[in-house]
């Protein structure tokens, strides 16, 4: 499989598309184990670290790069989510993509899986953020 987030912005939408076009033929199976391969991917990038690898160079760049990344990435879901219609939809999920991997990464960096988020959130599931934040305090 390959797992492409970061492309050239001016074949976004194309990109989008093919995207959205094979995640539909997916079995759900497969999309619900997605994070988790692509975690297992940068843990091998991590352990095993190619020469050629935009993961690598991040890695190099430790939590000050990723942090950089995660940052730019953030900024450009905000301004993708004040675009109209099918594109603007599109580039969302494009720039969503985008910010996830670089999240997994600084995960992945930090030594925590994808599936340690997982049960994180699992605990919070039906849970008021309101109360959730309150039982914190």
Do not use: W
Not at 28 to 42: A, Q
Not at 54 to 67: D, Q, V
């Amino acid at each position: 499989m390959c797992f492409c987030v970061l492309g050239v912005h001016d074949r976004r939408s194309s990109i989008v598309q093919r995207i959205t076009a094979h995640v539909k033929g997916m079995p759900v199976t497969d999309l619900n184990n997605i994070l988790s391969r692509l975690m297992g991917v940068i843990e091998d990038r991590k352990a095993n670290p190619p020469e050629k690898s935009y993961t690598t160079k991040l890695f190099n760049g430790g939590t000050a790069k990723i942090g950089e990344k995660i940052l730019e990435e953030a900024e450009e879901v905000i301004e993708a989510a004040d675009e109209a219609g099918d594109e603007g939809r599109a580039h969302l999920i494009y720039e969503a993509a985008d910010l996830l991997f670089h999240l997994m990464v600084m995960l992945g960096f930090k030594d925590i899986h994808i599936h340690e988020v997982e049960a994180e959130l699992s605990k919070r599931f039906g849970i008021s953020g309101i109360d959730e934040k309150a039982a914190r305090q």
